[in-house]
């Protein structure tokens, strides 16, 4: 099945604690860091177009890219509530294809991390790269090793809330660095519930992993945060930024 299939009906919700306006302050934060004025902006697994729209409000020329439809329809679907002018396109990263060069590409909320193949992410950064003007900036995140192999694990999370239930059974492959996250969520329709189950799988790079692939693809004056800081990282942060340059 396709990740995100059902999820997509329920992500906003089981996702509403995140800062979004937080991610996209923090984006400018490093714009003004690197003294970098962008104007044109790619969001690469963009989802339900969180981020995305809110670059789009902060007068941002942004375009979205999941593979995904659904979450598609849900992004599409609020940039028009909110009257954002964001372009949609639906293209698996894998095989990014746009027709201009963008000052800054984002990849955000774990993004990477479904990129399961070493050689896959070498394709995407490639990728990514040949689309970035010169000087242009790679923003994105990971969550760490440490999280996927130690929080996440193989543990258990389950919540049940009024309209919307969940189980999330998670098992950690230390041989392949794959974290396997097995979803049941049941959503209230009517007197119902109706049960969607998927299967996600995410890959717990290694920060050397991650440092090594953007040399070898080009980039340069890479830079490493502890998520939301300027702070160096260390063995147990969650999550991790990454700033680099073409």
């Not at 800062?19 to 860091?33: A, L, P, Q, T």
């Not at 697994?45 to 007068?59: H, S, Y």
């Not at 923003?139 to 919307?164: C, H, M, P, R, T």
């Not at 260390?234 to 680099?244: G, P, S």
Request: aromatic share 16%.
């Amino acid at each position: 099945m396709e990740a995100y299939s059902g999820f997509a009906e329920v992500y906003d919700f089981l996702m509403r604690d995140v800062d979004y306006n937080g991610w996209v302050n923090y984006i400018e934060k490093i714009f003004r860091k690197k003294n970098f004025n962008p104007h044109t902006i790619l969001e690469i697994a963009c989802g339900t177009g969180n981020i995305t729209n809110k670059l789009a409000k902060r007068g941002y020329d942004v375009v979205g890219i999941d593979k995904s439809t659904e979450m598609l329809t849900f992004a599409k679907n609020k940039a028009y509530d909110l009257g954002a002018d964001v372009k949609y396109l639906n293209q698996d990263m894998r095989e990014l294809d746009y027709n201009k060069n963008v000052d800054s590409i984002l990849c955000l909320c774990d993004g990477i991390n479904y990129i399961l193949e070493k050689q896959e992410l070498m394709t995407v950064l490639k990728k990514v790269y040949s689309l970035l003007k010169e000087g242009g900036l790679f923003i994105f995140d990971i969550s760490s090793y440490y999280k996927l192999s130690q929080i996440l694990g193989s543990n258990i999370y389950a919540e049940n809330f009024e309209n919307v239930s969940y189980i999330w059974e998670n098992y950690f492959d230390e041989e392949e660095s794959i974290c396997e996250l097995n979803l049941t969520i049941f959503k209230r329709k009517n007197k119902l519930f109706e049960r969607y189950q998927e299967c996600h799988y995410q890959r717990a790079y290694k920060t050397e992993e991650i440092l090594n692939a953007l040399k070898k693809s080009g980039f340069k004056n890479i830079s490493y945060y502890k998520s939301f800081t300027f702070e160096d990282i260390n063995y147990e942060d969650n999550r991790l930024n990454f700033v680099c340059e073409k």
